[in-house]
């Protein structure tokens, strides 16, 4: 199947800054790529959907200007949690879709372990 | 809305054992219903689908029906290997988005 790349995989942030995740569709072009976020022993949770060269959808309760999304191309996408902190330490998955058919299996890239101290 | 319950972890089995992971959904409509795997260090991959009552999904060994009477699609296995110790997911998708089961990680000792 088609590889998504995520880096990096783990990463250790100081509170109060800013920490950006890259999500790469290596082998295809993506035009839809999706932000989850899960907690120990939970759910994957959506957090928003980015679609190529137009701004995210985000899922509600999520702060759209805490966790800044751009997909400025069609193999890369970026999740940048802004002023981070604890409460902010989470795992988080990106995955890609090649067409905007969502019928179209979307596949997932390894994940970022966040940790905010 | 759409939820998924599984069944909670950890699970660990010798090799050779027969696995079950039970799966329950809750939805409206006639949703798809997938099971994905994510090994250690990688990230998830499909690892069966059903997209509608009564079919089986099946994969490397692993089956799974999609049973609309009882709302559940439970995956199943008849001889595992150390080589499917993973963390398994059960997701469904209805008209927007896939929706996940929290994950059950299992252990294959040999």
């Known amino acids: 199947g088609a590889v998504v790349s995520q880096h990096p995989s783990r990463v250790i942030c100081k509170s109060g800054t800013s920490v950006k995740i890259e999500c790469r569709s290596l082998?295809?072009?993506?035009?839809?790529m999706f932000w989850y976020r899960q907690f120990p022993k939970q759910s994957l949770m959506l957090m928003a959907t980015s679609n190529e060269g137009s701004k995210a959808t985000y899922e509600q309760g999520v702060e759209k200007d805490k966790f800044l999304i751009n997909h400025a191309s069609l193999t890369l996408s970026t999740l940048t949690v802004t002023s981070a902190h604890p409460e902010d330490s989470s795992f988080y998955i990106c995955s890609a879709r090649m067409r905007e058919d969502m019928n179209t299996e979307a596949f997932f890239g390894q994940g970022t372990r966040l940790t905010v101290v | 809305g759409n939820s998924v319950t599984q069944m909670e972890g950890p699970v660990t089995l010798s090799e050779e054992a027969f696995l079950t992971i039970n799966c329950t959904y809750t939805?409206?409509?006639?949703?798809?219903l997938f099971w994905y795997v994510q090994y250690p260090g990688e990230g998830l991959q499909l690892l069966l689908k059903a997209t509608k009552a009564d079919d089986k999904g099946s994969n490397k060994g692993f089956e799974a029906t999609y049973r609309k009477e009882t709302t559940s699609f439970h995956l199943e296995k008849g001889s595992v290997q150390v080589s499917d110790s993973a963390v398994y997911f059960c997701a469904l998708r209805g008209a927007q988005k896939l929706v996940f089961g929290q994950g059950t990680r299992l252990t294959i000792n040999p």
């Open positions: 082998d295809f072009q993506a035009t839809t």
């Open positions: 939805a409206t409509g006639y949703p798809s």
